[in-house]
């Protein structure tokens, strides 16, 4: 046995219950927390495949930033638990049932249609290196320059827009 | 003469010119009469009428200076189809111009009386703008008789036939809406009414002549079928007695013979001029000139020429006896009429072309004089009426011995209740109207046949050939002239002589000269008109002779050209005996008139003597026999039965009542109503489309529930939405 | 040698949680970390692409999505702190003024 299989296999389960975690928990906090460690565990498939830059700009936006953002939008709401939902009791088994499907669908697509036969290789430990972050930095700053500037027009609208939204009208509550 | 140095082959072709003239002015007068004076209307149309004549004597002169050879001028082409060809062509030979000049000259002399005569009558009867309309009508009656006799062919003959009797309705009925009086009536229009269709008989019986002819001779022109009338009767004798005897209809219809006569008494409910023209001189002669032209026909079935001469005799007889017992004085002249009409059919029946013709020639004359002096004598009394109503204020009475109606006043009532025709309101016209009674007499002595006037020449010969070859005829046409004189005798009595019986005649005034002189015309017509055909002259024989061959000259000539020697009394073709018998026949008959009607003078209010002698006789007599009281029971009555048996009883009940609206409209209405409307419409077609717009609101209130606000749900049909596609992609 | 197929699978696992999760919760927020948890699959699955086909191409274009998802975070939670302000509540449910 391969040692990054048992690690793949593992860290595949705590994916999956994490997520399983969050579908089910009745607190936010709960789910975010859960969310967090799904984060992390996705980080660690990164650094599996070979891509230790990604692998840090996921802990350190999405784990770090994104679900620290929710986390405080969550205390400022209230995480109250919400009452069990009285609308649409077809809704949820018609949801698992389609969910499936889509499932399926996909198996079928890859194992049917698709014949992927590559398997990947370990990551070598040249590639966690800085030469690694330095392609992507080469590719970025030379073939997508121009997506990268957007990318921050982009943020910078996305600011303006958080902070235009919430901003208390004259008078307004909370 | 310098006209017979002038080419004879122009002025055959002016003939055209007798129908058109008539026919402008008629025209003429329709488009401007209007705004012309009642003078130049009737001058205009007595003009064209003139011209007409003019012509006619040119083509005379012309005809017989080309030696009486017939002459087709053709003019227009009418019918064409097929190997059938009836072209409109003129035919100017003896027989058709004497028609002509007899037509146009009688003609154009009433046209000038008629002047005179309309300008009273129509104020007589307070309608002045009627004056045009007389003389239109009477200038189509010249244009289609000229038609009749010129054609070429028996349908050309037809057309004019039918023409004339179109006229003869017009004119008969000519105050449609008036009775003699001028009071609101409808009597004319009956009177006409009857004409057209007793007449209308006796062209079904020439349509079946005319069809039969066509059948067996292919041809209807008169050269066609005379040439080949000896084949055709020898290979099919049955079909020349067919045409010659359905001829025999119409010619009674139109010549007022047995048993078609009883439109003409009526027929003088029209103004005297049209009863002179029409229904004396021209119009009921077409008859006897339809006859005389199909010589060639007649003469070759003695059977058919029998019977022709046997109708004419009877009814000569039978006319005069009813001519006896009449009171209005046209209607005694329109019985005479229908009986020396019977002489001429029976003339021309018997072969005497000639002779029926000769007598067609005299008659015309002294009847147009009767029958035109019988007018002056009716406008005297009309004169004399209204002479004593406007100026010495009080209605004129009835002469009544017993004085019960003196004093007696009508209200204010300015046209009492007189008959201005009934000779028992006459009397003691002589001082009165001179000029008119002694152009009366003359007329008289004509008819009756007195030597030397036109009558005695004209009737003796026909009286001579009946004696040789058919003696019952002779006897019938005997009797039937010693009553013509008894009944002529009778109206002169009647008349002119006696006291008068009623006011109005005893203030009665002689007529005008415009009314007079065309009457001394025609009286001096009516005296020397028999120099036409005198014995060892011949002169109208001859002229004759060349239209209708030997027979008619043969048949005229009686024994005088025969094999045996002609009996002493035969001079020159005149029978001394015949004509003494019937001269002494005519003068004890004017005799017995005198007994009965003359020396002891009728006074007002008397009754007839011969009633009194003869009872029912005399009764019959005067009732016509009941003739029309019998063609009403018999044929007008069942016709109006079976009419309205058609109308009301299968037309209205069957065919309406039941057929149209039980069957008909009932089925249609069941079927709209149930069929359609409860069960197709309301349950099928409305159903169908309610049940389209149900569906509608049904589907679209279920789907309307997947709009339910819910964020969840629409993500939901997005999921749903992708799988699907998804699993469509990869099936494919 | 993992094969490419088990990561594929996973990120298709990852991704259908993530559809369940915005389907059945009722709570926006959980709605919306539902949807980061897709997005996360989706890059996973580039990622692995990557590493297959030896390009750099993949990370890249995952580099741009997380971007792009934080600046969407950051709006969307602005919304909903939004939407609490006049709703006093963050039931989703509540939110059917579409109803039609």
Known sequence: MDFTLILFIVLAVVAVLTAIGLLVSRSAVYAALFLVLNFATVAVFYLLLGAPFIAMAQVTVYAGAIMVLFLFVIMLLGAEKLPKGQVMPWQRPLAIALTVVLLAEAGFLLFQRLSITTALSNPEAALNTEGAVQAIGAMLFSQYLLPFEVTSVLLLVAMIGAIVLTKKEKGESV | MLLSEVSNTGFFHLVPLIVFFPVIGLLINIIFGGLMKEKVIGWLASAASGLAFVVSVLLAVALSGAHGEAQVIPFAEWIRIGTLNIPWNFRVDTLSVTMMLVVSGVGTLIHIYAIGYMHEDVRFKDDPGRFRRFFVFLNLFIAMMMILVSGDSYLMLFVGWEGVGLCSFLLIGFWYDKDTLGRPSFANAEAAKKAFVVNRIGDFGFILAALTMFWAFGSLQFGDVFGKAAEVAHAMPGVVIAITLFMLIGVTGKSAQIPLFVWLPDAMAGPTPVSALIHAATMVTAGVYLVARSAPLYTLVPQAQYIVALVGAVTALFAATIAVGQYDIKKVLAYSTISQLGFMVAAVGMGAFVAGMFHLVMHAFFKALLFLSAGSVILGLERGHHHLSHHEGHPSTTLRAGSEHEGKHEDAEPVEAFDPGDMRNMGGLRKQMPVTFWLYLIGTLALAGIFPLAGFWSKDEILADAQLHYPLVFILLTIAAFFTAFYMGRQIWMVFFGKARHDAAAHAEESKPIITVPLMVLAGLSILGGALNLPYLHTFTNWLGHTLGGEGAAAAEGAAHTVEAAPWYVLGGLNLAVAGLSTLLALVAIYLSWLIYGRKPLAAGQKDPLKKALGFIFTGMERKWFVDEIYWAAFVNRYVDLARFLADVIDGRFWHDWFHDKVLAGTYNWLSRIALDKVIDTRGIDAFFNGLGELTKRASASLRRLQNGFVRSYALAVLFGVVVILGYLLMK | ?100
Not at chain 3, 18 to 34: A, D, E, T
Not at chain 3, 69 to 93: C, N, P, Q, Y
């Open chain 3, 1 to 100: 040698m993992i094969p490419l197929t088990y990561y594929l699978v996973i990120s298709a696992v990852l991704f259908a949680m993530g559809v369940l999760g915005v389907l059945i919760r009722r709570n926006p927020l959980i709605i919306f970390m539902s949807v980061e948890l897709m997005l996360n699959a989706a890059n996973l699955a580039f990622v692995a692409f990557t590493r297959a086909f030896n390009v750099l191409n993949g990370q890249i274009f995952v580099f741009f999505v997380m971007t792009v998802s934080a600046a969407e975070v950051a709006v969307g939670l602005a919304l909903i702190v939004v939407i609490f302000r006049t709703k006093h509540s963050i039931d989703v449910d509540l939110m059917s003024a579409l109803k039609g």
